[in-house]
Protein backbone atom coordinates (compact mmCIF):
# COMPACT_ATOMS: atom_id res chain seq x y z
CA UNK A 1 0.00 0.00 0.00
CA UNK A 2 2.91 2.36 0.89
CA UNK A 3 4.37 2.00 -2.15
CA UNK A 4 0.96 2.67 -4.29
CA UNK A 5 1.09 5.48 -2.25
CA UNK A 6 4.31 6.65 -3.05
CA UNK A 7 3.85 5.55 -6.70
CA UNK A 8 0.60 7.72 -7.05
CA UNK A 9 2.42 11.30 -6.33
CA UNK A 10 4.81 10.57 -8.86
CA UNK A 11 1.89 11.00 -11.37
CA UNK A 12 0.29 13.85 -12.55
CA UNK A 13 -1.13 16.35 -12.01
CA UNK A 14 1.97 17.30 -9.47
CA UNK A 15 0.75 16.53 -6.14
CA UNK A 16 -2.13 13.95 -6.24
CA UNK A 17 -2.46 11.49 -3.83
CA UNK A 18 -1.12 13.68 -0.72
CA UNK A 19 -2.02 12.95 2.67
CA UNK A 20 -3.18 17.21 3.11
CA UNK A 21 -2.12 20.70 2.36
CA UNK A 22 1.32 20.74 2.92
CA UNK A 23 2.32 17.11 1.76
CA UNK A 24 0.25 18.39 -1.66
CA UNK A 25 2.35 21.52 -1.76
CA UNK A 26 5.39 19.66 -1.03
CA UNK A 27 5.16 17.38 -3.95
CA UNK A 28 5.34 20.20 -6.10
CA UNK A 29 8.03 21.83 -4.96
CA UNK A 30 9.88 18.69 -4.51
CA UNK A 31 9.32 17.64 -8.38
CA UNK A 32 10.52 21.35 -9.22
CA UNK A 33 13.73 20.41 -7.51
CA UNK A 34 12.76 22.90 -4.84
CA UNK A 35 12.27 20.37 -1.95
CA UNK A 36 14.97 22.23 0.49
CA UNK A 37 14.16 25.90 -0.04
CA UNK A 38 13.02 28.40 2.14
CA UNK A 39 9.21 28.00 0.72
CA UNK A 40 9.38 24.04 1.76
CA UNK A 41 10.89 25.06 4.99
CA UNK A 42 8.05 27.62 5.59
CA UNK A 43 5.15 24.92 4.46
CA UNK A 44 6.86 21.78 6.56
CA UNK A 45 7.28 23.94 9.72
CA UNK A 46 4.99 27.11 9.88
CA UNK A 47 1.97 26.41 7.41
CA UNK A 48 -0.86 27.87 9.80
CA UNK A 49 1.28 31.32 9.55
CA UNK A 50 1.78 31.13 5.86
CA UNK A 51 -2.81 30.65 5.72
CA UNK A 52 -2.81 34.40 7.85
CA UNK A 53 0.33 35.77 5.79
CA UNK A 54 2.41 36.87 8.94
CA UNK A 55 5.27 37.87 7.14
CA UNK A 56 6.94 39.63 10.17
CA UNK A 57 6.14 36.03 12.17
CA UNK A 58 7.85 34.61 9.41
CA UNK A 59 10.61 36.54 9.23
CA UNK A 60 11.20 36.00 13.11
CA UNK A 61 10.58 32.39 13.03
CA UNK A 62 13.00 31.71 10.36
CA UNK A 63 15.27 34.33 11.06
CA UNK A 64 15.08 35.35 7.42
CA UNK A 65 14.60 38.97 6.03
CA UNK A 66 11.00 39.86 5.57
CA UNK A 67 12.21 40.06 1.37
CA UNK A 68 13.07 36.55 1.51
CA UNK A 69 9.62 35.09 3.13
CA UNK A 70 7.78 37.35 0.83
CA UNK A 71 9.82 35.49 -2.54
CA UNK A 72 9.10 32.12 -0.98
CA UNK A 73 5.19 33.46 -0.62
CA UNK A 74 5.12 34.24 -4.03
CA UNK A 75 7.01 30.88 -5.03
CA UNK A 76 4.08 29.05 -3.19
CA UNK A 77 1.47 31.53 -4.80
CA UNK A 78 2.41 29.23 -7.79
CA UNK A 79 1.44 26.04 -6.16
CA UNK A 80 -2.09 24.68 -6.86
CA UNK A 81 -3.35 23.47 -3.37
CA UNK A 82 -6.29 21.72 -5.49
CA UNK A 83 -4.16 19.79 -8.43
CA UNK A 84 -7.30 16.96 -9.29
CA UNK A 85 -9.83 19.83 -8.96
CA UNK A 86 -9.32 20.81 -12.95
CA UNK A 87 -10.86 17.31 -13.12
CA UNK A 88 -13.98 17.87 -11.17
CA UNK A 89 -17.22 19.24 -12.60
CA UNK A 90 -18.19 20.49 -9.02
CA UNK A 91 -19.34 24.19 -8.74
CA UNK A 92 -19.45 24.72 -5.13
CA UNK A 93 -17.31 26.90 -3.05
CA UNK A 94 -16.05 27.28 0.17
CA UNK A 95 -17.58 30.14 1.84
CA UNK A 96 -15.71 31.75 4.50
CA UNK A 97 -18.18 34.28 6.23
CA UNK A 98 -16.65 37.73 6.94
CA UNK A 99 -18.99 39.05 9.75
CA UNK A 100 -19.74 36.97 12.71
CA UNK A 101 -22.93 37.78 14.73
CA UNK A 102 -23.45 35.65 17.88
CA UNK A 103 -25.54 36.88 21.29
CA UNK A 104 -23.70 37.56 23.98
CA UNK A 105 -25.80 37.47 27.19
CA UNK A 106 -28.76 40.64 26.28
CA UNK A 107 -26.75 41.74 23.69
CA UNK A 108 -25.82 40.88 19.81
CA UNK A 109 -21.84 40.96 19.21
CA UNK A 110 -20.12 41.69 16.24
CA UNK A 111 -16.95 39.92 14.98
CA UNK A 112 -14.92 40.84 12.06
CA UNK A 113 -13.35 38.19 10.24
CA UNK A 114 -9.66 39.52 9.75
CA UNK A 115 -7.81 37.02 9.02
CA UNK A 116 -7.61 37.06 5.08
CA UNK A 117 -6.70 40.67 5.06
CA UNK A 118 -3.31 40.78 4.75
CA UNK A 119 -1.16 43.17 7.35
CA UNK A 120 0.36 45.77 5.62
CA UNK A 121 2.73 47.99 7.28
CA UNK A 122 4.16 51.03 6.06
CA UNK A 123 8.62 50.69 5.98
CA UNK A 124 10.81 52.39 8.56
CA UNK A 125 13.43 52.15 6.26
CA UNK A 126 12.42 54.29 3.06
CA UNK A 127 10.89 56.82 6.50
CA UNK A 128 14.45 56.65 7.41
CA UNK A 129 15.87 57.21 4.11
CA UNK A 130 13.86 60.58 3.46
CA UNK A 131 14.63 61.53 7.65
CA UNK A 132 18.31 61.38 6.72
CA UNK A 133 18.02 63.32 3.64
CA UNK A 134 21.38 62.14 1.55
CA UNK A 135 18.04 61.66 -1.40
CA UNK A 136 18.20 63.40 -4.62
CA UNK A 137 14.91 65.62 -4.36
CA UNK A 138 13.84 62.75 -7.42
CA UNK A 139 14.57 60.04 -4.99
CA UNK A 140 12.86 61.91 -2.00
CA UNK A 141 9.80 62.61 -4.11
CA UNK A 142 9.51 59.12 -5.35
CA UNK A 143 9.63 57.33 -2.03
CA UNK A 144 7.13 60.49 -0.81
CA UNK A 145 4.67 59.53 -3.57
CA UNK A 146 5.40 55.69 -2.80
CA UNK A 147 4.66 56.17 1.42
CA UNK A 148 1.64 58.28 0.58
CA UNK A 149 0.01 55.61 -2.06
CA UNK A 150 0.94 52.87 1.18
CA UNK A 151 -1.01 54.71 3.57
CA UNK A 152 -3.87 55.69 1.34
CA UNK A 153 -4.05 51.40 1.01
CA UNK A 154 -3.97 50.85 4.28
CA UNK A 155 -6.75 53.64 4.96
CA UNK A 156 -8.96 52.39 2.67
CA UNK A 157 -8.58 48.62 3.96
CA UNK A 158 -9.48 49.63 7.71
CA UNK A 159 -12.65 52.66 6.23
CA UNK A 160 -13.91 49.15 4.61
CA UNK A 161 -13.91 47.29 7.62
CA UNK A 162 -15.46 49.98 9.90
CA UNK A 163 -17.99 50.25 6.72
CA UNK A 164 -19.03 46.58 7.03
CA UNK A 165 -19.07 46.72 10.95
CA UNK A 166 -21.84 49.60 10.72
CA UNK A 167 -23.69 48.12 8.13
CA UNK A 168 -23.57 45.24 10.10
CA UNK A 169 -24.58 46.71 13.06
CA UNK A 170 -27.44 48.74 11.54
CA UNK A 171 -28.69 45.15 10.16
CA UNK A 172 -29.14 43.95 13.16
CA UNK A 173 -31.24 46.89 14.30
CA UNK A 174 -33.57 46.47 11.28
CA UNK A 175 -33.77 42.59 11.35
CA UNK A 176 -33.74 42.16 14.95
CA UNK A 177 -36.49 39.50 15.14
CA UNK A 178 -34.47 37.89 12.44
CA UNK A 179 -31.81 37.05 14.68
CA UNK A 180 -33.43 36.09 17.45
CA UNK A 181 -36.10 34.17 15.47
CA UNK A 182 -35.51 32.98 12.55
CA UNK A 183 -36.03 33.27 8.63
CA UNK A 184 -39.86 33.27 8.92
CA UNK A 185 -38.92 36.60 10.72
CA UNK A 186 -37.07 38.68 8.46
CA UNK A 187 -38.39 42.40 7.16
CA UNK A 188 -37.93 44.43 4.33
CA UNK A 189 -34.63 46.51 3.86
CA UNK A 190 -33.08 48.43 1.66
CA UNK A 191 -29.75 49.48 0.56
CA UNK A 192 -30.88 53.05 0.52
CA UNK A 193 -32.39 52.95 4.12
CA UNK A 194 -29.10 52.16 5.67
CA UNK A 195 -27.14 54.42 3.74
CA UNK A 196 -29.00 57.20 4.78
CA UNK A 197 -28.46 56.15 8.42
CA UNK A 198 -24.89 56.05 8.18
CA UNK A 199 -24.30 58.46 5.59
CA UNK A 200 -22.86 57.02 2.73
CA UNK A 201 -23.92 56.54 -0.45
CA UNK A 202 -26.09 53.58 -1.40
CA UNK A 203 -23.57 52.17 -4.16
CA UNK A 204 -20.88 52.26 -1.12
CA UNK A 205 -23.25 50.01 1.18
CA UNK A 206 -23.45 47.60 -2.26
CA UNK A 207 -19.71 47.53 -3.09
CA UNK A 208 -19.18 46.74 0.49
CA UNK A 209 -21.28 44.53 0.79
CA UNK A 210 -20.47 42.72 -2.52
CA UNK A 211 -19.28 38.74 -2.26
CA UNK A 212 -19.59 39.13 1.57
CA UNK A 213 -20.89 36.53 4.00
CA UNK A 214 -22.46 36.22 7.59
CA UNK A 215 -22.51 33.77 10.14
CA UNK A 216 -25.33 33.94 12.00
CA UNK A 217 -27.32 31.92 14.67
CA UNK A 218 -29.55 30.47 11.91
CA UNK A 219 -26.48 29.89 9.44
CA UNK A 220 -24.51 31.38 7.01
CA UNK A 221 -25.94 34.18 4.59
CA UNK A 222 -24.95 36.38 1.96
CA UNK A 223 -24.77 40.05 3.53
CA UNK A 224 -27.05 41.17 0.65
CA UNK A 225 -29.85 38.19 1.64
CA UNK A 226 -30.92 41.12 4.47
CA UNK A 227 -31.85 43.51 1.82
CA UNK A 228 -35.45 42.64 0.12
CA UNK A 229 -38.65 43.81 -0.10
CA UNK A 230 -41.70 42.94 1.05
CA UNK A 231 -45.42 43.24 1.84
CA UNK A 232 -47.47 44.82 4.58
CA UNK A 233 -49.75 42.73 6.49
CA UNK A 234 -53.63 43.91 7.94
CA UNK A 235 -51.92 44.41 11.16
CA UNK A 236 -49.36 46.89 10.02
CA UNK A 237 -46.47 44.76 10.13
CA UNK A 238 -43.68 44.60 6.88
CA UNK A 239 -42.78 41.12 6.15
CA UNK A 240 -39.77 40.54 3.75
CA UNK A 241 -41.01 38.29 0.99
CA UNK A 242 -37.89 35.54 2.15
CA UNK A 243 -40.37 35.19 4.66
CA UNK A 244 -43.61 34.78 2.57
CA UNK A 245 -41.33 31.99 0.83
CA UNK A 246 -40.83 30.55 4.27
CA UNK A 247 -44.31 30.80 5.21
CA UNK A 248 -45.32 29.05 1.46
CA UNK A 249 -42.71 26.32 2.36
CA UNK A 250 -43.77 25.60 5.87
CA UNK A 251 -47.87 25.42 4.69
CA UNK A 252 -46.42 22.93 1.60
CA UNK A 253 -44.14 20.75 4.37
CA UNK A 254 -47.67 20.43 6.52
CA UNK A 255 -49.95 19.50 3.88
CA UNK A 256 -51.53 16.46 3.62
CA UNK A 257 -49.43 14.68 1.01
CA UNK A 258 -52.96 12.72 -0.28
CA UNK A 259 -54.34 16.36 -0.76
CA UNK A 260 -51.80 18.95 -1.82
CA UNK A 261 -52.50 22.47 -1.73
CA UNK A 262 -53.64 24.31 -5.03
CA UNK A 263 -51.84 27.56 -5.05
CA UNK A 264 -55.37 29.70 -4.58
CA UNK A 265 -55.82 27.75 -1.34
CA UNK A 266 -52.33 28.67 -0.14
CA UNK A 267 -53.39 32.32 -0.90
CA UNK A 268 -56.66 31.74 1.10
CA UNK A 269 -54.16 30.38 4.01
CA UNK A 270 -51.72 33.38 3.74
CA UNK A 271 -54.78 35.79 3.71
CA UNK A 272 -55.76 34.05 7.08
CA UNK A 273 -52.36 35.25 8.13
CA UNK A 274 -53.30 38.95 7.21
CA UNK A 275 -50.98 38.94 3.98
CA UNK A 276 -52.94 39.46 0.44
CA UNK A 277 -51.14 38.10 -2.10
CA UNK A 278 -51.66 37.20 -5.89
CA UNK A 279 -52.21 33.62 -6.91
CA UNK A 280 -49.37 33.94 -9.20
CA UNK A 281 -47.07 35.66 -7.18
CA UNK A 282 -47.76 32.15 -5.17
CA UNK A 283 -46.96 30.20 -7.72
CA UNK A 284 -43.91 31.79 -8.82
CA UNK A 285 -42.40 32.14 -5.34
CA UNK A 286 -43.55 28.36 -5.26
CA UNK A 287 -41.45 27.69 -8.32
CA UNK A 288 -38.11 29.71 -6.06
CA UNK A 289 -38.22 27.38 -3.95
CA UNK A 290 -38.60 24.05 -6.01
CA UNK A 291 -41.85 23.39 -5.24
CA UNK A 292 -43.99 21.14 -7.32
CA UNK A 293 -47.91 22.39 -8.52
CA UNK A 294 -50.32 20.89 -6.53
CA UNK A 295 -51.16 17.51 -8.91
CA UNK A 296 -47.17 16.62 -8.82
CA UNK A 297 -47.63 16.35 -5.40
CA UNK A 298 -50.08 14.34 -4.42
CA UNK A 299 -49.11 10.97 -3.10
CA UNK A 300 -51.00 7.51 -3.42
CA UNK A 301 -50.70 4.91 -0.75
Not at 137 to 151: A, I, M, W
Request: include cysteine; charged fraction near 30%.
Amino acid sequence: MQDASLLLKTFDPSGIGAENLSDCLLIQLAQKGRDKSVAARIIRDHLALLVRRRIPDLARKTGLANEIIQEAIEEIGTLDPAPGRRFADDANRVVVPDVTVEKDGNEWKIILNHDYIPRLRLSNTYKDLIAKGRLSKQESDYLREKLRSGKFIINAIEQRQRTIERITREIIKHQHEFFEEGISKLKPLTMTQIADIIGVHETTVSRALANKYMQTPHGVFEMKYFFTSGYQSEAGESVANTSVKEMIADIVAGEDPGKPLSDQEIVGLLQAKGLSIARRTVAKYREELGLLPSNLRRRYD
